[in-house]
C-alpha cells in the first residue's frame, strides 16, 4: 500500500462521541473502548478533552499509558492551560498527539469569540507552537471551517502549518456542508496554501442533514488522507460521520476509491456492539453496515436470487463485518479455559476478578438455558465492564399480571448501606409496578423516557435484554441488563440507571469523584 493511498482513520468515540446526550462513560467503559479500538486497527483515538473534567483528564491518561499501538490524541483549545493539561495527560504515550482547535468562522468569531481575524490566527499560531514545544505531532482545526470564508481559511491553515501543524483538520462544524462544496472547500485549500503538501489533510463531518459520510467521501477525492469519525455515527446532536460506513465504502468501492485502511473489518459488528451496550444507545434497525436489518433480506425475488448467487443482492458479505452466525459454542459442561478463550476470542479484556464474576454467571445460566450462543457470553462480558460501585441491589421480587385486576409488584432492595428494603406498588402493568416500586424504596423520582426489549439470541429460552433511560433534572440517565426473565432484565436496567443518579449526586457532592454515565 503507498502512502498515497493510506487513509488514516481518526476515532473520535470517545471524545466527540461522548459528547451525545447521556453516553458519557466511567474510566472502565472508555479502557474497554480504546482496546477495541486498537483492535479494530484505527490509526489514531481521541480518548477525550483532558481539561473538561478530572474524569476527561484521568481517561487520557490511563488510555495513553496502557493502549499501544494507536497514536492517542488529546483536545485542546488555543490556550496554555488546556494545552498544557492535555501533554501531562498523553505525555506517556507510545505516540501522542495534541489536536489544538480554534473557530474561525464569521459567526464564531463575531459572537461565541468576539475576536477579529488577527487575533484569531495570532492564537492559532502560538496554540500549535505552544503543542509542537511538547510533541512533534500537533492537528490543528479551525472549528465551523465549512462556514468560513475561503481566503480566511487558507490563511489561517497557512499560517498554522507554517508554526508547525502537522495535520490539518477541516471540521464541518454543525453538518451545514453538502458534497461538492465541502469538496470544493478541500481543492482550494491544495490549490491556494503553501506548504499544504507537508501535512495531512483531515476531514471531520456531523451528520445534521445526513451527509458526514458523504461529505467525507468527497473530501477524499480531493486528497483528504484522514477521516475522523466515531463508532455507530455516535456524536453531537445528529453525530458524527460513522466509521463503519466510511471504511466499508472505501474498501467495497476500492474501484472508485483506491484507498486503504488498517482496519480488520470483522471487529466492525463487535466494536458497535461494545459501543451501544456501553454507552446504551441503541443502533437503528436499517442502520448501514451494523443494523439489525443491514443483511437482511425479505423480499422473495431477492431471497431467489440470493440463493442462486449472493452477489445479485449483496455487496457485502456480512461474515466480513464480523457479522456471525449465532453459533451454539459452550454448553454446562464447558470449564473455565473454554469460556476464557472465548470471551478473548469475541474481543473483551477482562482482568482475572472480572472473569471469575463471568464464570459463575455462565455457571448460573447455563443451568437455566440449554445452549449458550455468542451472544449471552458478550452479555454477560459486557455487565463486567461498567465497574462502577454497587449502589442499590436488587434482592428479589415477584409480579401479579393477568387480565381484568392490579398488576402489582413486590421489590427488595439491599440499600448502599447494607440493610434490605421492601416494598410495593400497582401499575400500569407488571413492569411499571416494579419501576414504581424502585422508585418509592430508593427515594428518587425519575421519568421514563424510553424502554426496550429485545432477545439476544435465538430460541425459546434466549435471554432478553433490557434497556432504560430516564431523565432526572434535566439530565438522561441509561441501564441496560440482561437475564432469562425480562422483567428482572428491566428491574436491574432500571436500577442500574438509578445508581447512575446516585453516582451523579455523589459526584456533585464531591468533584473529586469521577462522573459516570449521565
Ligand atoms: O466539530 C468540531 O468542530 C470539532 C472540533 C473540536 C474538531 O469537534
Ligand atoms: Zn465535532
Not at 492 to 508: D, E, G, P, S, T
Request: proline share 3%; glycine share 8%; with cysteine.
Amino acid at each position: 500500500m503507498s502512502e498515497q493511498n493510506r487513509l488514516i482513520i481518526f476515532d473520535t468515540t470517545l471524545r466527540d462521541g461522548e459528547q451525545s446526550p447521556g453516553a458519557s462513560m466511567n474510566l472502565a467503559e472508555k479502557l474497554e473502548i480504546a482496546h477495541a479500538l486498537r483492535e479494530l486497527g484505527v490509526d489514531v483515538i481521541e480518548a477525550g478533552f483532558p481539561i473538561a473534567s478530572p474524569g476527561d483528564f484521568e481517561a487520557v491518561q490511563a488510555i495513553a499509558r496502557q493502549v499501544h499501538g494507536p497514536i492517542i490524541c488529546g483536545l485542546a483549545r488555543c490556550n496554555a492551560d488546556d494545552i498544557d493539561r492535555a501533554w501531562e495527560a498523553l505525555r506517556d504515550a507510545e505516540r501522542a498527539r495534541i489536536h489544538v482547535f480554534l473557530a474561525t468562522s464569521a459567526i464564531h468569531r463575531e459572537f461565541k469569540l468576539r475576536m477579529a481575524k488577527e487575533e484569531i490566527v495570532r492564537r492559532a499560531v502560538d496554540g500549535v507552537r505552544r503543542a509542537r514545544d511538547y510533541c512533534a505531532d500537533v492537528e490543528f482545526s479551525p472549528e465551523d471551517a465549512a462556514r468560513t470564508e475561503l481566503d480566511f481559511l487558507a490563511e489561517v491553515v497557512e499560517r498554522t502549518i507554517e508554526a508547525g501543524a502537522t495535520t490539518i483538520n477541516i471540521p464541518d462544524t454543525v453538518g451545514y456542508a453538502v458534497p461538492e462544496q465541502y469538496a470544493a472547500t478541500i481543492r482550494y485549500l491544495k490549490q491556494n496554501v503553501r506548504g499544504i503538501d507537508r501535512v495531512v489533510i483531515s476531514v471531520h463531518c456531523h451528520n445534521d442533514l445526513g451527509l458526514a459520510v458523504a461529505n467525507s467521501l468527497a473530501a477524499l477525492r480531493e486528497g483528504a488522507r484522514q477521516v475522523e469519525c466515531t463508532i455507530n455515527g455516535l456524536g453531537e446532536r445528529a453525530g458524527n460521520c460513522a466509521l463503519e460506513e466510511v471504511v466499508m465504502a472505501v474498501r467495497t468501492r476500492n474501484d472508485y476509491f483506491q484507498l486503504e485502511t488498517r482496519i480488520n473489518t470483522k471487529r466492525l459488528c463487535p466494536t458497535s456492539r461494545l459501543v451501544s451496550h456501553v454507552t446504551g444507545i441503541s443502533v437503528q434497525r436499517n442502520k448501514a453496515i451494523v443494523g439489525q436489518n443491514a443483511f437482511a433480506h425479505e423480499a422473495g425475488i431477492h431471497q431467489d436470487g440470493l440463493l442462486k448467487e449472493r452477489r445479485t443482492y449483496e455487496i457485502i458479505r456480512p461474515e466480513d463485518v464480523g457479522l456471525t452466525q449465532t453459533e451454539l459454542v459452550l454448553g454446562k459442561h464447558s470449564g473455565r479455559h473454554a469460556l476464557r478463550e472465548r470471551v478473548r476470542e469475541l474481543g473483551y479484556h477482562l482482568n482475572d476478578e472480572q472473569f471469575e464474576r463471568v464464570f459463575e454467571a455462565f455457571k448460573v445460566l447455563a443451568d437455566r438455558k440449554k445452549v449458550i450462543y455468542d451472544a449471552d457470553i458478550e452479555a454477560l462480558a459486557e455487565a463486567q465492564i461498567h465497574a462502577e460501585p454497587a449502589l442499590w441491589k436488587l434482592e428479589g421480587f415477584t409480579v401479579s399480571a393477568g387480565t381484568g385486576g392490579f398488576p402489582m409488584a413486590a421489590v427488595c432492595l439491599r440499600h448502599p448501606e447494607g440493610h434490605k428494603l421492601q416494598d410495593a406498588a400497582c401499575g400500569d402493568g407488571p413492569v411499571d409496578a416494579v419501576f414504581q416500586t424502585i422508585e418509592r424504596i430508593t427515594g428518587l423520582d425519575v421519568k421514563l423516557k424510553d424502554y426496550q426489549v429485545r432477545s439476544i439470541s435465538g430460541g425459546e429460552d434466549a435471554q432478553g435484554e433490557a434497556r432504560v433511560e430516564v431523565e432526572h433534572q434535566g439530565r438522561i440517565f441509561r441501564g441496560t441488563a440482561v437475564s432469562t426473565d425480562i422483567i428482572e432484565a428491566s428491574a436491574l436496567a432500571f436500577l442500574q440507571a438509578i445508581n447512575r443518579v446516585v453516582l451523579r449526586r455523589q459526584a456533585r457532592l464531591n468533584p473529586q469523584t469521577e462522573l459516570v454515565q449521565g
